[in-house]
T-cell receptor
Framework: DAGVTQSPTHLIKTRGQQVTLRCSPK?????VSWYQQALGQGPQFIFQ???????QRGNFPDRFSGHQFPNYSSELNVNALLLGDSALYLC????????????FGPGTRLTVL | GQQLNQSPQSMFIQEGEDVSMNCTSS?????WLWYKQDPGEGPVLLIA?????ELTSNGRLTAQFGITRKDSFLNISASIPSDVGIYFC??????????FGKGTRLHILP
């Protein structure tokens, strides 16, 4: 049984570019949450998707957007990249919207130059 | 915004020692969670606490939900090499949003 998978593993972009990160939830899970983890910091909640809708959102600008597909997989899009967007982006999945039951993927390391 | 203050920031201990770390806030949280993150991996949930005063164990780990609802503690007994990693506390606030601390880095001296 595969856990949460994320792609790509690493990514390098330049300022102003756009990026798309992908997440496949653990089998049987229908909810996906995205987090940004800067170096030396704890994860920060970006948003949560359930039933293909954004259910909850943290304090992130509109440059951060997402999507959930009918098979429950999800994408995180970031437009107009800034140097400060460099971070590990974590995806977590759960059955239902309970944050306390989520499983995290290994993350995508984004570097913005 | 709401913040969780985790301490200590890092710990250097001998194998076999007990470990204590805590998380405090000026805000009330309805749920406290403790995670461990190893290099190159996402956080893994260790213990979840749902009621003020609750004390929960998971093997050698014990965590408590503070009675003021503003703090939580994690203890690890008889540490072993695989306990090395970063431990995060997280709280769910009244809006059901999750806030993470900055982590406690645990190092075990040979």
């Amino acid at each position: 049984d595969a856990g949460v998978t994320q792609s790509p593993t690493h990514l390098i972009k330049t300022r102003g570019q756009q990026v798309t990160l992908r997440c496949s939830p653990k089998s049987g899970h229908d909810t996906v949450s995205w987090y940004q983890q800067a170096l030396g910091q704890g994860p920060q909640f970006i948003f949560q998707y359930y039933e293909e809708e954004e259910r909850q959102r943290g304090n992130f600008p509109d440059r951060f957007s997402g999507h959930q597909f009918p098979n429950y997989s999800s994408e995180l899009n970031v437009n107009a990249l800034l140097l400060g967007d460099s971070a590990l982006y974590l995806c977590a999945s759960s059955y239902g919207t309970g944050i306390d039951t989520q499983y995290f993927g290994p993350g995508t390391r984004l570097t913005v130059l | 915004g709401q913040q969780l203050n985790q301490s200590p920031q890092s710990m250097f201990i001998q194998e076999g020692e007990d470990v204590s770390m805590n998380c405090t806030s000026s805000s009330i949280f309805n749920t406290w969670l403790w995670y461990k993150q190893d290099p190159g991996e996402g956080p893994v949930l260790l213990i979840a606490l749902y009621k003020a005063g609750e004390l929960t164990s998971n093997g050698r780990l014990t965590a408590q939900f503070g009675i003021t609802r503003k703090d939580s503690f994690l203890n690890i007994s008889a540490s072993i090499p695989s306990d090395v990693g970063i431990y995060f506390c997280a709280g769910l606030n009244r809006d059901d949003k999750i806030i993470f601390g900055k982590g406690t880095r645990l190092h075990i001296l040979p």
